[in-house]
């Protein structure tokens, strides 16, 4: 069954970092590109940034652009997002995704972890 | 930047009916990198159609996708309970993906 689970999230001050996990499991990971996505408190989605499968590319939303950093690691079939910088807008559910290839849609989506930034 | 718009906002039918789902994009977009989603409240969302028409895996056929260039529709032809959610059309253009803003469907 493939799977993606984020953990991660929590409460943490304006200013401050925290960073996202991703575990992939019931495919292969090395093979896929991956996505997070986010969705703030009542809005609709927003997509935050991709990786390509083996870490060659990385792309981002002008929103979190030099502020977020995505990665992964395929020894351990996980995908980060390294959040500094957080703003109170940051706030939202974050969920992983899987790149459906030669489409550039999702098909694999986490349940999502939540980030709330509150001083 | 490619900018979706979907409309309605709100639709508001009864199970049994037929739901039209309308997404026009600022630019044209590649149908192939037009797609389709589901979410249910607290739940992540669902693929549902991608390339525009092509139903994603276990989806039932009363789902249906169409259209080209800037206009894109969602057909749902006869609604079940469980499709009562919001849909979301998303596009992928020039290393940006970027979503609309969302249809909701509630139970008339």
């Known amino acids: 069954q493939e799977q993606l689970v984020e953990s991660g999230g929590g409460v943490v001050q304006p200013g401050r970092s925290l960073t996202l996990s991703c575990a992939a499991s019931?495919?292969?990971?090395?093979?896929?590109?991956m996505h997070w996505v986010r969705q703030a408190p009542g809005r609709g989605l927003e997509w935050v940034a991709v990786i390509w499968y083996d870490g060659s590319d990385r792309y981002y939303a002008d929103s979190v652009k030099g502020r977020f950093t995505i990665s992964r690691d395929n020894s351990k079939n996980t995908l980060y997002l390294q959040m500094n910088s957080l703003r109170v807008e940051d706030t939202a559910a974050y969920f992983c995704?899987?790149?459906?290839?030669?489409?550039?849609?999702?098909?694999?989506w986490g349940p999502g972890t939540t980030v709330t930034v509150s001083s | 930047e490619i900018v979706l718009t979907q409309s309605p906002g709100t639709l508001s039918l009864s199970p049994g009916e037929r739901a039209t789902l309308s997404c026009r994009a600022s630019?044209?977009?590649?149908?192939?990198?037009l797609i389709w989603y589901q979410q249910k409240p607290g739940q992540a969302p669902r693929l549902l159609i991608y390339g525009a028409s092509n139903r994603a895996t276990g989806i039932p056929d009363r789902f249906s996708g169409s259209g080209s260039g800037t206009d894109f529709t969602l057909t749902i032809s006869r609604l079940e309970p469980e499709d009562f959610a919001v849909y979301y059309c998303?596009?992928?253009?020039?290393?940006?993906?970027?979503f609309g803003q969302g249809t909701k469907v509630e139970i008339k």
């Open positions: 019931g495919f292969t990971f090395s093979r896929s590109g």
């Open positions: 998303q596009q992928y253009d020039n290393l940006l993906w970027t």
């Open positions: 995704a899987r790149e459906l290839w030669g489409y550039y849609g999702m098909d694999v």
């Open positions: 630019q044209s977009v590649s149908s192939s990198y």
